[in-house]
């Protein structure tokens, strides 16, 4: 019997490394459905690479519906979830209520709700396999290994673009330089988010819910090559990291064919051509975001996470449209986590109308700018 696959957001840049996957191992996988928001022509190609039998809009109405009774119906194992954005927070949730194992990229629904979709995959014997590549690599370091045994969890960053300007001149960055990151092709949205560096922190509180850590035990460190994806140290000195090129298709080949190693179409790291590896302390004077990120992990406030990855999805928008600047990011973001209530959503629909709230929030305080 074949794996039988969905992938939600087969457009993007992790839904096309996922396509790529599920081609490669074609004689493992076979894809029922393949979803994009309005790149019709992107899914019809996707569907002739990989023979799917549905495609879905989900710009159009009712797709949320229509995507839950296709993965019912058509008896899916596993879903891809390559789609950006926390307006999919309820997809995700829904996925994991209904029964299904989801190989996850979308960040953004961890960081909101992810209390809510751990308990709800604990619930439902859900698992929930990281793609995002440094949860990739800390589920790998992890494999017999105790938790109780773990002493911190590093996430490494690239550093994005601006890891070597100077604070004082990110007044003058414009966007087609936050566009360039140097090691990873990624859509725009997380790309920004790892030139602010909020990105890391956004990976903190994922770990944060992905392996129940404390949040004291989770650490950041620059690692300009992206070779080591992130490690863990144990409780006796020993330090266990995960390497490979900066290449999606890796942790996809990992959450997709969990527990079996499958091909990712990636060459391993040559060790002497790569000759040495770098690490840095990040400077949280010059990222603000992730200094702020950083903050809210220490106060494990779900409420806070929503609102402040709300305030960053909705001045990303804005810095991306031009209607404000890069440094003014990290202070929109201050200002909605200022104005929010600290009371935790008590279920996903909950989630869902704060996700608005503090839209709106940063919306007010974008157009006073
Ligand atoms: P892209 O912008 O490249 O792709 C987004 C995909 O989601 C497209 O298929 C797009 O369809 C679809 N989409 C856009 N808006 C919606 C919506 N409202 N509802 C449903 N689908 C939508 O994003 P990435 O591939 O870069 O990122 C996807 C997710 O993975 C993000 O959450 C990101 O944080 C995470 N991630 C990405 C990494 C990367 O290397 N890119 C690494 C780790 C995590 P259409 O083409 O029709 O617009
Ligand atoms: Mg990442």
New binding site residues.
Partial sequence: MKKRVAII???????SAGVEVVKANSDIFETLLL?????EK?LLKAKEILNAKHTIL?SKENSHNDIINIINDEQIDIVLF????V??VKLVYDIVHNGTHIAL????SIVTAGKLIIEEAKNKGVKILP???EHSAIFQCLMGQRKQYVSKITLTASGGPFRYRPGDAFEYINISEALKHPN?L?????TIDSATMINKGLELIEARYLFDMEPDKLDVIIHPESIVHSYITFTDGSTIAQMGKPD?KTPIAVALGYPERICSLVEPVDMFTQKSLTFLKPDLEKFKCLKIAMDVLQKDSNALMTAMNAANEESVKSFLKGSIAFQDIPYVIEDVLAKADITDAQNILEAEENIIKYQKFAAEIISKQ
């Fill in positions: 957001g087969a457009t993007g840049s992790v839904g979803t994009a928001h309005s790149n992107g989900t390559a789609a950006a954005g307006s999919c990229a979308n960040k953004e793609v995002d590549s990873w990624m859509g725009s949205k997380i999606m």
